[in-house]
T-cell receptor, first 115, second 113 residues
Framework: AQTVTQSQPEMSVQEAETVTLSCTYD???????LFWYKQPPSRQMILVIR??????QNATENRFSVNFQKAAKSFSLKISDSQLGDAAMYFC????????????FGTGTRLKVLA | SAVISQKPSRDICQRGTSLTIQCQVD?????MFWYRQQPGQSLTLIAT?????????ESGFVIDKFPISRPNLTFSTLTVSNMSPEDSSIYLC??????????FGPGTRLLVL
C-alpha cells in the first residue's frame, strides 16, 4: 500500500527567506503524480504544485519549486522569498495512474512566517 | 481549474439530527469526492461519487451514516446522519481536473453539540 510521510509537523521561516518542506512516499508503482496543497487557516485548500513521476524535470510555480528524487521517493517543496501569506498547512499528496483519482495525503506541515 | 461552492459554510447541530451538505461545481465533472478533516488532522476520503452510479465508500464509512447523492455532473450532496459530537469536522468536496489533479471546495465546518 502507498504511504505518504511528512516528518515536520511545524516549520518556521523569516519573511523573505527560503524554507523547504519534506515529503517522502512509498509505492511500488512506476508512474504516479505528486502534489503539494496549501490550506490557509479557515480557508480553502488550493493546489500549489504538481509533479508527474515520469518527468525528470522538477516542477516550478513562481516562488514554489520541488526537489523530486524518484529513486529516494522524496518530494520536497521549496518556498523562496517567503511571504506572510504563505503561512498555512501544507499537505503532500500522492495518486497513482489507475484512473480512480484517489489521493493519499500526508499529515501536513504547519508553516509559520515570521515578520 | 474548477470553481466549487459548498453550502452551508458552517453549521451547529444538535446530536441525533442530520445535515445535508451541498457541493456545486461550475463545469461538468465525472468524479466528485467527499472528505472529512477532523480538527488539526489531514484529510480522510469518505467516498467517491460518480454520476450515474452508487457512491463508493472507503473503509470505515457506510452509506447509512453518510448517504450521498449525485443527480447530475455539476452537483452532489453528502448527508451526515444521526450526528454525534464525534462528527464535528470540516467536510470538503473535491472534483477531478486534468492530470489526476483534484480541486477542492471551501469546506463545511460542522459542530455537533
Amino acid at each position: 500500500a502507498q504511504t505518504v510521510t511528512q516528518s515536520q509537523p511545524e516549520m518556521s521561516v523569516q519573511e523573505a527567506e527560503t524554507v523547504t518542506l519534506s515529503c517522502t512516499y512509498d509505492t511500488s508503482e512506476s508512474d504516479y503524480y505528486l502534489f503539494w496543497y496549501k490550506q490557509p487557516p479557515s480557508r480553502q485548500m488550493i493546489l500549489v504544485i504538481r509533479q508527474e513521476a515520469y518527468k525528470q524535470q522538477n516542477a516550478t510555480e513562481n516562488r514554489f519549486s520541488v526537489n523530486f528524487q524518484k529513486a529516494a521517493k522524496s518530494f520536497s517543496l521549496k518556498i523562496s522569498d517567503s511571504q506572510l501569506g504563505d503561512a498555512a498547512m501544507y499537505f503532500c499528496a500522492y495518486t497513482g495512474t489507475s484512473g480512480t483519482y484517489k489521493y493519499i495525503f500526508g499529515t501536513g506541515t504547519r508553516l509559520k512566517v515570521l515578520a | 481549474s474548477a470553481v466549487i461552492s459548498q453550502k452551508p459554510s458552517r453549521d451547529i447541530c444538535q446530536r441525533g439530527t442530520s445535515l445535508t451538505i451541498q457541493c456545486q461545481v461550475d463545469s461538468q465533472v465525472t468524479m466528485m469526492f467527499w472528505y472529512r478533516q477532523q480538527p488539526g488532522q489531514s484529510l480522510t476520503l469518505i467516498a467517491t461519487a460518480n454520476q450515474g452510479s452508487e457512491a463508493t465508500y472507503e473503509s470505515g464509512f457506510v452509506i447509512d451514516k453518510f448517504p450521498i447523492s449525485r443527480p447530475n455532473l455539476t452537483f452532489s450532496t453528502l448527508t451526515v446522519s444521526n450526528m454525534s459530537p464525534e462528527d464535528s469536522s470540516i467536510y470538503l468536496c473535491s472534483v477531478e481536473g486534468r492530470g489526476q489533479t483534484q480541486y477542492f471546495g471551501p469546506g463545511t465546518r460542522l459542530l455537533v453539540l
